[in-house]
């Protein structure tokens, strides 16, 4: 027999993620993210993909999320070739609040899950994100 009640469900993800894995990114605060990288046996290179290299922690790479005259695709493309140079880096999202969210022509979703690589997804609130699950290492 066929249920008649919508089902209740959580807007948020209900389990974290202990590691971030290609096509599945994680979302974690930026002292989230530093913190749970000193952890692993070996720190791996990371990118940021921001609006301003002033906003990239220490250690980490810029990739340009936003260029005055360059449209998404273009933004995109370089991306791409970045991912293509760096096969093993990591890639950081910046979606803080009052960061410029990157410029893409494909929906930011597909664009990260296409990428075989790890992606963590930097926010201002980990916990009460909806798309991607928070990253939290086990103890």
Request: aromatic share 8%; hydrophobic share 40%; net charge negative.
């Given at each position: 027999m066929r249920k008649k009640e919508p089902l209740s469900v959580d807007v948020t993800w209900r389990y974290p993620l202990p590691m971030p894995m290609p096509h599945q990114p994680?979302?974690?605060?930026?002292?989230e993210a530093i913190d749970q990288l000193a952890?692993?046996?070996?720190?791996?290179?990371?990118?940021l993909w921001t609006d301003d290299k002033r906003r990239c922690p220490k250690g980490w790479g810029?990739?340009?999320?936003?260029?005055?005259?360059?449209?998404?695709?273009?933004?995109?493309?370089?991306?791409?070739?970045?991912?293509?140079?760096?096969?093993?880096?990591w890639l950081s999202v910046d979606l803080r609040d009052g960061v410029i969210p990157p410029s893409s022509s494909t929906p930011l979703n597909d664009l990260l899950a296409s990428l075989?690589?790890?992606?963590?997804?930097?926010?201002?609130?980990?916990?009460?994100?909806?798309?991607?699950?928070?990253?939290?290492?086990?103890?």
């Open positions: 994680v979302c974690a605060t930026e002292l952890r692993l046996p070996h720190k791996p290179n990371i990118f810029f990739i340009a999320s936003v260029r005055q005259g360059v449209p998404p695709e273009g933004v995109e493309a370089e991306l791409k070739a970045w991912a293509k140079q760096y096969p093993k880096a075989n690589r790890p992606i963590i997804v930097l926010v201002s609130h980990s916990p009460e994100h909806e798309d991607w699950p928070q990253w939290v290492l086990p103890e």
